[in-house]
């Protein structure tokens, strides 16, 4: 079979097979090709959440959304979520689950009597080093990208005359092909290096190192992977791979570090300023440029991402607190508030990867929208504060 790539590592047999995974042709695929080998190992491209999550009709029934608020986790689970939305979206047009030829090759190995073997990096770990890659541009494109949703534009296109461009399962058949891989990875390559790193690149090492562990402890493996994974690991065939290296989470850049501080340390050092030096500068004038774009940011903010009135009023006395204080945030703060307002029920939770799909079950869902709240008061004040910092520059 072409979805096929077969090697041997130290002797032992390796079947890998690259899959859509939303194909319906990639589960035939990995039944027969499981049923035939009846290998020892079956490995999948997963981490223990993603399986959690596969393998689970409800795996969002117990998210704590008030714990991810306060963990600051919010904007790795929207992009998650994202993630899941677009696979869902796809799947929809194919009538295939997404990650179905996953669960295909988890229940064929049981049946053939196989061990499972979850080889893929945790996905919070790759979403983050994802975001670290990313600058505050495409950070904002990607938040932009997460609340503006796709659907209602094919719907528009729809309600003009103008067919919805379905996915097709030929057109995702032939994204499985040599030819159609490179050029796909080359201008993923071109157009967004920061984030073909992490989530291709490196997974392509850990993915090959974790057969490779496997095939020290079995007699025959069979390896399900996404087809775009294929390329990159038998690349990195046989060579050494620091899975400690790649695990490990980003750690904020320097830069990033001493605007979180100096800023703060700015406001605060133009408040004691003109506390010293009334006659050169007002400590009300400070207070206002302190006060007035920090508050006006998180509010106005708060209240376009649909913030309860009491969210809004949180916003607005949290953000100058936490413009001079770099260990509070107004996101967290008015995260809390609002899911306290909205209160999230063990349904909302379930809905939530459907709700995601559509920019109206996005804006609806009780938790999405708690997200979005929190989210858009931490740019409001991270706003506020560097025009007030600019504000306190021309009173000096």
Known sequence: MSA??????????IHLIGTAHVSARSVDEVREVIRAVKPEVVCVELCQGRFDALTSDNAFRNLDVFK?????????????????????????ELGVKPGAELLAAIEEAKAVGARVELIDRSIHTTLKRTWANLGLWKRSMLLASLVAGGDEEEEAEADDGKAAKPTGAAAVEAMKEPKALSEMLSELSRTLPEVKT???????????????????????????????????????????VDKAKLDA???????????????????????VWGALHPDSMKVKDVLMALVLPTSIGAGVLTLFGGGKPLSVLTAVVV???????????????????????RKPTVLDCERLPDDVTTL?????????????????SGLGTAIGMWVGAA???TLL
């Open 319 to 341: 953000a100058p607190i936490a413009a001079i204080h770099p260990l509070l945030g107004t996101a967290m703060v008015v995260g809390v508030v609002e899911a306290w307002l």
């Open 4 to 13: 096929v790539t077969e090697f041997d590592v130290h002797g032992v047999p």
């Open 391 to 393: 504000w306190i520059a």
């Open 68 to 92: 991810v608020i306060r963990e600051g986790k919010t904007l790795y689970l929207l992009a998650h979520l994202a993630l899941a939305s677009y696979q869902r979206k796809m799947g929809q």
């Open 360 to 376: 109206k079950g996005f804006w609806k869902n009780p938790v999405s929208r708690t997200l979005l709240v929190a989210i858009l």
């Open 198 to 240: 992490p989530l291709i690149d490196e997974r392509d090492q850990y993915l090959v190192a974790g057969i490779e562990d496997a095939a020290a402890k079995a007699k025959s493996v069979v390896a399900v992977v996404g087809a775009a994974h294929v390329p990159g690991m038998m690349a990195h065939r046989g060579q050494p």
């Open 249 to 271: 989470l980003p750690r904020p850049g320097i830069l990033w570090t001493a605007v979180k501080w100096l800023i703060p340390a700015f406001l605060v050092f133009g408040l």
